[in-house]
C-alpha cells in the first residue's frame, strides 16, 4: 500500500488497515515457521507498512 492511499483514510481507515496488516503479519509469521513461506521479503513490506500506518496515526495525535 503506497503512502498517498494510507494519507488519503481517516482514522477509522488507519485502524482497519493496522488490523488487517497485523493479521496479514501472523499469517506470514505461521507460513514461515512451517517452511510454507517462500517469499521471505513479504514479512519485511508487512512490517513496515505497519510502521507507516503508526506514524500517520501518532501524527493525528491517535492512541493506538
Not at 517462500?38 to 501524527?59: G, M, P, S, Y
Amino acid at each position: 500500500m503506497s503512502l498517498e492511499d494510507l494519507k488519503s483514510k481517516d482514522v477509522d481507515g488507519l485502524r482497519t488497515e493496522l488490523i488487517e496488516l497485523r493479521q496479514a503479519q501472523l499469517k506470514l509469521r505461521l507460513q514461515k515457521g512451517s517452511g510454507q513461506l517462500e517469499q521471505t521479503h513479504q514479512i519485511r513490506q508487512v512490517r513496515r507498512d505497519i510502521a507507516r500506518v503508526k506514524t500517520l496515526l501518532t501524527q493525528q495525535n491517535i492512541k493506538v
